[in-house]
Structures are given as structure tokens and as C-alpha cells.
């Protein structure tokens, strides 16, 4: 079964913290993995995609194949960092609808 | 201004009554999505359609039901049948290019009283 898993549901650092959020997925194929953010009144909006490899706003993620990961990591946390945060798993034969797991709020406090 | 528009954005209903929530893109995408939000829950997939005249059933079918007929529309219908209807509704649409990036709409929040 295709499945995302966020451990946590609510995360909580100060402001210039290491941040780092767990994803674990399952999938049977070769994964397509997303991080989501919906801040404050604004809507789900994406945040990065593992194919482009890229970092939005400070944040990175690294597909582990071999752990099945996909964590979500920002050297230094800032106040505007505070969301929700959602991994998502695309799913190829549901016409790449995302699976997303239950995510992740995150507070940065000053 | 080019994105997806959910209406209304708030709706109360009484039990047993079926209720209708909006959803247009002029995105000029193919693929339309409808999921649930709960607290806790994260996001639930209800029904997609890639392409006009078609659409799926999602992980949590069950009492709901779309109609595509016009690209750029995907309306949702939470019939009386939904058990627990009460929450807030997500319209998502993207490009079949496959890049996987979901466009989002504002929502629709159903109170059932």
C-alpha cells in the first residue's frame, strides 16, 4: 500500500534552530515525493519536489531510497518558517493525485 | 488572474440535506481533484478526474459525488448519505504534465447542524 507517514504532529524550535521534519513513505514503484505548506490563512501551496532537487525559502530534502525518507531540513529556523507543513507521494495510476501524510506543525518561537 | 475558486466559502446545512460546493479553474488544467481536510487527519483524496466526462473515486468515496461536464468545472456534492460531513473541502487541479505540483483553491468550509 502507498502510504506517508509524519511522525510528528507538532514541532516546536527556536528561531535559528536546526529544524528538521520526518517523512516515511511506502511505495512499491519509484516515488515521486513533495513537502507542501499551507501558512496562516493562505492556502496548501508547494514548497519543493525531490526531482528538482532545489531549496525554497532554506529548505532542503533528500530522497533516501534505501530508509524510505524524505525529510524536510533548514539549518537555521525563522519565525515566518511557522506552518503546516505536508509530505505528499504522487500517485502515478490516480491520475497523480498526492497521497499526503497527516503533517507537521511547525512553531518557531523567537 | 488565473487560479482555482472555491465557493461558498462557508456553508451550514441540516442533517439529511444534500449540499453543493463550487469549484473552477482557469488554470486551462486537465486534472481536477477533491479532498477532505480534518484536523489530525491531513488531506483525504474524494474523487479525481483527469479528463472532461470522466472521474475516480478516491480513498473516501463513500456519500460524496462530482460531475465533470466543462473543463474548467468540477463540482462536489455531499449527499445525505456522509456520515460525518462536517469539515473543510479542498478543489486542486494541475496540467497533466505529470510534474505533480497540485494548485490549490481556498477551501470550503461545511458545518452540518
Known amino acids: 500500500a502507498q502510504r506517508v507517514t509524519q511522525p510528528e504532529k507538532l514541532l516546536s524550535v527556536f528561531k535559528g534552530a536546526p529544524v528538521e521534519l520526518k517523512c516515511n513513505y511506502s511505495?512499491?514503484?519509484?516515488?515521486?515525493l513533495f513537502w507542501y505548506v499551507q501558512y496562516s490563512r493562505q492556502r496548501l501551496q508547494l514548497l519543493l519536489r525531490?526531482?528538482s532537487r532545489e531549496s525554497i525559502k532554506g529548505f532542503t530534502a533528500d530522497l533516501n531510497k534505501g530508509e524510505t525518507s524524505f525529510h524536510l531540513k533548514k539549518p537555521f529556523a525563522q519565525e515566518e518558517d511557522s506552518a503546516m507543513y505536508y509530505c505528499?507521494?504522487?500517485?502515478?495510476?490516480?491520475?497523480?493525485?498526492?497521497?499526503f501524510g497527516k503533517g507537521t506543525s511547525l512553531l518557531v518561537t523567537p | 488572474d488565473g487560479g482555482i475558486t472555491q465557493s461558498p466559502k462557508y456553508l451550514f446545512r441540516k442533517e439529511g440535506q444534500n449540499v453543493t460546493l463550487s469549484c473552477e479553474q482557469n488554470l486551462n488544467h486537465d486534472a481536477m481533484y477533491w479532498y477532505r481536510q480534518d484536523p489530525g487527519q491531513g488531506l483525504r483524496l474524494i474523487y479525481y478526474s483527469q479528463i472532461v466526462n470522466d472521474f475516480q473515486k478516491g480513498d473516501i468515496a463513500e456519500g460524496y459525488s462530482v460531475s465533470r461536464e466543462k473543463k474548467e468545472s468540477f463540482p462536489l456534492t455531499v449527499t445525505s448519505a456522509q456520515k460525518n460531513p462536517t469539515a473543510f473541502y479542498l478543489c486542486?487541479?494541475?496540467?497533466?504534465?505529470?510534474?505533480?505540483?497540485?494548485?490549490f483553491g481556498e477551501g470550503s468550509r461545511l458545518t452540518v447542524l
Open positions: 511505495y512499491s514503484g519509484s516515488p515521486e
Open positions: 525531490h526531482i
Open positions: 505528499a507521494l504522487s500517485l502515478a495510476n490516480s491520475g497523480y493525485a498526492l497521497n
Open positions: 486542486a487541479s494541475t496540467g497533466t504534465s505529470g510534474t505533480g505540483e497540485l494548485f
